[in-house]
DNA sequence: GGTTGTTGATTGACGAGTCAATAAACATGT
DNA sequence: ACATGTTTATTGACTCGTCAATCAACAACC
């Protein structure tokens, strides 16, 4: 059964799975048996690829955090205007591929392991920065020394309907929360151009 | 050894420490024998008095939401006009009791907790459900149809301004936390009044 | 024949919950 | 005052299950 160059499909099947479970379950304590069987392998397998679980979960935050940062590139790269980059960012923030069920469950997940991992912490103030970083550079031009401020606002509005989606059953409004979190961006920017 | 009457003080006692075994370990991946060695007992007490480890962890986000609730009816004592009672239920969600590391970490597990097990999400939605009512109460008189929707903006940045403080080490910035919602508020109350 | 992939079986640790036993406080009848 | 029985408080020792991690062995490919 054994294919050759098995390794990155494995890995990627891994993490998936991980993602899946942590969802499913809604916390971490899930086993590494449970995420390897959905995996479709042995949990020795996974064990032997990624050496411990803490590994595993890191995997997975790593792939959420990199899908969402690419969709937040993929919306920043129409956008030229300081107003549609921001708007951009929030929209980007909202997009299918990390604002659904799993993910933000995982998320929220991982939001608790930065407080006891400083791996995951590390991972988390990477994300945090780039966002901030992001939401300032359009900002500047519009507010321009408010924009730090209106940063935080927007960033933990941002959390906050990340989170609150996570105690909804089934699919999250996508529509809803984007609007919500532009609305706010409308009102900062009232005055503005 | 025996003191008559103890039950209630042990229970007190269980729950403190429970949160702050919690608070300290950033997570619900505690033991009893940890919880009940800091309260002074023996875990086979804690069982005794509570029956099970989701018991104690109920039990401690009660007594959370229950200081949470005082504090928030403590600073709508004394505000009579709607824009001061609105602002109260801001203030009173920072207040000292609740916007403090332990509890907000706990307060953050809990939200996990809530994912899996139905008790807790029921007694997260009977917070919501309160901040909600609280905040509409107050902005209804000041915006109409909007106060649904504005309240809805609050209470999800109330909570991010929470998770990210969770994230900080140390005794978060209550001023600057309230500043921010604050600020939020009177741009959506802009031109009322 | 060595490298890569894969697993079943095993180990070792840990932790929730139970239980039997002990001891102090209280209650009651004498 | 005192014996006796009942309730409350308390714990050490134990059971039982679970799970991460390891290992030895086997299978396919080059």
Same mark, same amino acid.
């Given at each position: ?9 494995? %890995?990627?099947?891994?993490?998936? #799975? +991980?993602?899946? +479970?942590?969802?499913?379950? *809604?916390?971490?304590?899930? +086993?590494?048996?449970?995420? #390897?069987?959905? $995996?479709?392998? =042995? =949990? !020795? ?6 050496? =411990? ?8 935050? @790593? $792939? ?11 919306? &920043? !790269? +129409?956008? @030229? ?11 980007? =923030?909202? !997009? $299918? ?5 799993? !993910?933000? /469950? ?7 392991? #930065? ?14 920065? @780039? &966002? ?11 507010? *321009? /020394? %408010?924009?730090?401020?209106? $940063?935080?606002?927007?960033? /933990?509005?941002?959390? *906050?309907?990340?989170?609150?989606? /996570? ?8 529509? #809803? ?7 706010? &961006? ?8």
């Amino acid at each position: 059964m054994p294919k050759l160059g098995a390794e990155p499909i494995r %890995r990627a099947a891994l993490v998936k #799975a +991980t993602i899946e +479970t942590v969802g499913e379950a *809604g916390s971490l304590d899930v +086993t590494v048996a449970q995420i #390897a069987r959905r $995996a479709g392998m =042995s =949990s !020795a397998l996974a064990h032997h690829y990624f050496g =411990s679980k803490e590994q595993i979960f890191l995997a997975a935050m @790593r $792939a959420i955090l990199s899908i969402y940062g690419a969709e937040v590139r993929g919306a &920043l !790269a +129409t956008a @030229r205007a300081p107003r549609d980059r921001v708007r951009a960012v929030v929209m980007g =923030s909202f !997009a $299918a591929g990390s604002f659904r069920h799993e !993910a933000i /469950a995982a998320w929220l997940n991982f939001y608790v392991l #930065a407080q006891s991992s400083a791996d995951a912490r590390r991972l988390l103030h990477v994300y945090q920065r @780039r &966002l901030r970083s992001n939401l300032v550079h359009g900002l500047r031009p519009l507010v *321009g /020394a %408010r924009a730090g401020a209106v $940063a935080e606002g927007l960033g /933990a509005l941002i959390d *906050g309907v990340y989170i609150r989606a /996570a105690l909804v059953g089934g699919e999250p409004d996508r529509d #809803a929360a984007c609007d919500l979190v532009l609305a706010h &961006l409308e009102k900062e920017l009232e005055g503005v151009q």
